[in-house]
T-cell receptor
Framework: GAVVSQHPSRVICKSGTSVKIECRSL??????MFWYRQFPKQSLMLMAT?????????EQGVEKDKFLINHASLTLSTLTVTSAHPEDSSFYIC??????????FGEGSRLTVL | AQTVTQSQPEMSVQEAETVTLSCTYD???????LFWYKQPPSRQMILVIR??????QNATENRFSVNFQKAAKSFSLKISDSQLGDAAMYFC??????????FGTGTSLTVIP
């Protein structure tokens, strides 16, 4: 089946630094990918919709200058958390929608900002 | 806009028994999809089952089946012969023919040996 790979799975960084998370669709092309944030024992909160070749669409309340999204190809989207602070520590999940309509998820990336 | 409601934050079931997880949704779309996703402790979301709204027949995948009541906007998941590996968070989701997915708040399922 379709697979979405997310990297890194865990990252620890110092406050003020930037962190990049990659999301790749391994065996299908995805013109649209999604980035979510999940707090412990809570549901997924959609942050933004990443569109290949165009600007991402951010959900209300999500700072686009803080969470930079680049969808450079049909198989790769990146999320960069800029000038990270401890409150940005969270579990970030990407997903990609296949032609069947099914949404495939990456393994998630746990970000810890010290 | 679409909303998905899971009214059971936690559920438990004895191993080998059957459990039903509830989900209701609200959408103005005429064409949409419904999903149940499982999130085990490893945290990766895994598709359990999907249902196209235009299909009247309830979807079934091995021990997992749904009770899709379109008029009532209800989409419950039944897990038969529960196994220890079924323990996870379960999320109900609704998607229209566009790209938006809407998730419920999840139900934490515990399987008791």
């Amino acid at each position: 089946g379709a697979v979405v790979s997310q990297h890194p799975s865990r990252v620890i960084c110092k406050s003020g630094t930037s962190v990049k998370i990659e999301c790749r669709s391994l065996d299908f092309q995805a013109t649209t990918m999604f980035w979510y944030r999940q707090f412990p024992k809570q549901s997924l909160m959609l942050m933004a919709t990443s569109n290949e070749g165009s600007k991402a669409t951010y959900e209300q309340g999500v700072e686009k200058d803080k969470f930079l999204i680049n969808h450079a190809s049909l198989t790769l989207s990146t999320l960069t958390v800029t000038s990270a602070h401890p409150e940005d520590s969270s579990f970030y999940i990407c997903s990609a929608r296949a032609d069947t309509g099914e949404l495939f998820f990456g393994e998630g990336s746990r970000l810890t900002v010290l | 806009a679409q909303t998905v409601t899971q009214s059971q934050p936690e559920m438990s079931v004895q191993e080998a028994e059957t459990v039903t997880l509830s989900c209701t949704y609200d959408t103005s779309e005429s064409d949409y999809y419904l999903f149940w996703y499982k999130q085990p402790p490893s945290r990766q979301m895994i598709l359990v089952i999907r249902q196209e709204a235009y299909k009247q027949q309830n979807a079934t995948e091995n021990r997992f089946s749904v009770n899709f009541q379109k008029a009532a906007k209800s989409f419950s998941l039944k897990i038969s012969d529960s196994q220890l590996g079924d323990a996870a968070m379960y999320f109900c989701a609704c998607s229209n023919t566009g790209n938006q997915f809407y998730f419920g708040t999840g139900t934490s399922l515990t399987v008791i040996p």
